[in-house]
Structures are given as C-alpha cells and as structure tokens.
C-alpha cells in the first residue's frame, strides 16, 4: 500500500489519540503518590534519595544497599521503609508495588 495523505492523517491521529488517551480512562489514580524505590542510598544515592524526596507527591516504598550500615541517614529522612540488600531481591519483594527507581 503506498502512502498517502490519506493514510498519514488516519495513523497519526490513531497514534495521537493513543498518547493523549486521560490517565483516569487508563485505570490510574490521578491522586496517588508515586512509589519510588532507591538503589544506593550513600552518596549520590542519598543526595537522589533527598531531591526525589522534597516532592509531597512520592511516597518511598523501598530502600537497596549493600551495606546495611548505610540505611541510616535514610531512614533519618523517611522512617518505615523496607531495606533489601540486593536489587532484585526487592524487585521480586515489591513486584509492581513501585513505580520508579532511581539508581
């Protein structure tokens, strides 16, 4: 099928309207936090794990390091929440109980 002015507009409003589709009609909740688990939580870690953390919006739900000693400055800033020691140990824990990482 050659391409046409025709075929075009029909796939790129099809595409569009797939992008522009309203958060709500796709099952989100509009007012839920985001979930965020940490990767590293010295360092730059940290300093992610405070920038990320100013937002009143997310909502920390796991904390990865493989020194346990370094948990406790994060813990300091956002009490409560699970510690893991290997990535995907918290990959499989939370399963789809988070929404980003930051590493």
Same mark, same amino acid.
């Given at each position: 099928?050659?391409?046409?002015?025709? @075929?075009?507009?029909?796939? @790129?409003?099809?595409? @569009?309207?797939? /992008?522009?589709?309203?958060?709500? /009609?796709? %099952?989100?909740?509009?007012?839920? +936090?985001?979930? /965020?688990?940490?990767? %590293?939580?010295?360092?730059?870690?940290?300093?992610?794990? +405070?920038?990320? $953390?100013?937002?009143?919006?997310?909502?920390?739900? %796991?904390?990865?390091?493989?020194?346990?000693? *370094?948990?406790?400055?994060?813990?300091?800033?956002?009490? $409560?929440? +699970?510690?893991? @020691?290997?990535?995907?140990?918290?990959? *499989?824990?939370?399963?789809?109980?988070?929404?980003?990482?930051?590493?």
């Amino acid at each position: 099928m050659p391409n046409s002015r025709r @075929s075009f507009l029909k796939n @790129s409003t099809l595409a @569009s309207a797939a /992008v522009a589709f309203p958060a709500f /009609v796709r %099952g989100q909740n509009l007012n839920s +936090k985001l979930q /965020v688990a940490c990767v %590293g939580v010295n360092g730059m870690g940290f300093s992610d794990l +405070k920038n990320v $953390g100013t937002h009143p919006a997310v909502k920390f739900v %796991g904390f990865c390091d493989v020194d346990s000693n *370094r948990f406790d400055k994060a813990d300091e800033a956002h009490p $409560g929440v +699970k510690h893991f @020691s290997d990535y995907r140990e918290m990959f *499989r824990t939370l399963g789809d109980g988070f929404d980003a990482v930051t590493v």
